[in-house]
Each structure stands twice: as C-alpha cells, then as structure tokens.
C-alpha cells in the first residue's frame, strides 16, 4: 500500500529558504501514472497547493508561491522535495506531500501525514 | 484565479441528519471538483473526485453532485465518524480549495 512520509527541519529561520522531502514507498514515483504534490495548512486555515511534479521533472506551481518555489524528484531514492525561499511566519504551516491522480492539476487520492514548520528567529 | 465559495463554514447536526454542504466557483471549472474530508491533527482523505465520482472504499451515504458552477456534497445519514472539516477543491484551471465547513 502506498504511503508518502514528510521530512524536514521543523523550525526555519526568516527570510531562510525552508527545504522537505517526502519519501514514496510501498510503489514507485515512476510511475507514468500520477503526479506528485505539495499543500499547506497554516494553524487553523484551509489548504493551499503549492505545486506538482511529474518524475520527469515536469513542474505546475502555484502562481502566488511561484517565485520562490523549486521542486525537484529523485527517482533513485523515491523522493521528491521542496524550497520554498525567502521564507516569513506566514509560510508556517503543516506542509503535506501528496499525490495526483494523472495530472499536474487532479485530485489528490493519497496524502503523507504532514509536517509542522515554524518560521521563527 | 479561481475562487471557490464554501457554505456554510460551519454547520451543527446530528447522527441521522442528512446534510448538504455547498461549494460555489467563481467561474466554469467543469466538473473537475473534489471533496475532501479531514479530522483535527490528520491529513485530509479524499471522498468524491470529478464532482460526483466516490472514491473506493468510501461510505455511500456519501453523494456529490453539481448544478452549473454550484456543487454539493450530500451525507445521506450522519454517523458518528463523519463529524470534520469538509473541503472543496477545482482542479481545472490551477488547483484551488474552498475554506472549508465544519460538520459540528
């Protein structure tokens, strides 16, 4: 069964650059099939997408995040990771790893279960 | 961008009830919606996808359905377990969610 797993530094520093991972295993991130994603949720507000990726490398991100956001994939590790630069305490949030069902743009059918990061002095 | 309008954002019922929860697009996303739900301290669980698709494994007294820019989410019959935050999400042009309502 397919499981995604966060990972990361919990507490960033302003204006630093706020990098996670999130592990695939249980079935490859290879998989010509689906697309792989990021969302947030800051302390009790909703959910925000941040961007997908394909194994290619192939990349939609959120216009409102997307001049400080990379995203990359490791397919020799079942990996795929996220910058998000320039970060403030507005991008505190639970991030999440997920994945799409066949698109850069779809819904999201399996979810990790979350990483808390603080942007903090 | 495209704005998706939840209501209401919170809404009080009992084991039993049926119960609607509405999502409103700001303009056509097709019919490239889905509903997610998620309990506090968990990730959200994806429910229905393409408006009115369930998901394996999900309980049938779960329904969407969708009316123009306009789609709902429908509980035929409350139980204890599904007393959460529901989410909205378009898919057709970026992806977006709505604010979400609490099922109290």
């Known amino acids: 069964q397919l499981q995604l797993q966060e990972s990361g530094p919990g507490l960033v520093k302003p204006s630093e650059t706020l990098s996670l991972t999130c592990t695939v295993s249980?079935?490859?991130?290879?998989?010509?099939?689906?697309?792989w994603g990021w969302i947030r949720q800051p302390p009790g507000k909703g959910l925000e997408w941040i961007g997908s990726?394909?194994?290619?490398?192939?990349?939609l991100y959120n216009p409102s995040l997307r001049s400080r956001v990379t995203m990359s994939v490791d397919t020799s590790k079942n990996q795929f990771s996220l910058k998000l630069s320039s970060v403030s305490a507005a991008d505190t949030a639970v991030y999440y790893c997920?994945?799409?069902?066949?698109?850069?743009?779809?819904?999201?059918?399996?979810w990790g279960q979350g990483t808390t990061v603080t942007v903090s002095s | 961008d495209i704005q998706m309008t939840q209501s209401p954002s919170t809404l009080s019922a009992s084991v039993g009830d049926r119960v609607t929860i509405t999502c409103r697009a700001s303009?056509?996303?097709?019919?490239?919606l889905a509903w997610y739900q998620q309990k506090p301290g968990k990730a959200p669980k994806l429910l229905i996808y393409?408006?009115?698709n369930l998901k394996s494994g999900v309980p049938s007294r779960f329904s969407g359905s969708e009316s123009g820019t306009e789609f709902t989410l429908t509980i035929s019959s409350l139980q204890p377990d599904d007393f959460a935050t529901y989410y909205c999400?378009?898919?057709?042009?970026?992806?977006?969610f709505g604010g979400g309502t609490k099922v109290e």
């Open positions: 997920a994945r799409l069902e066949g698109y850069s743009r779809s819904s999201l059918d399996v």
């Open positions: 249980g079935g490859s991130i290879s998989s010509s099939l689906y697309y």
């Open positions: 990726i394909y194994y290619s490398g192939s990349t």
């Open positions: 303009e056509n996303v097709s019919s490239w």
């Open positions: 393409k408006a009115s």
């Open positions: 999400q378009q898919y057709n042009h970026y992806v977006t």
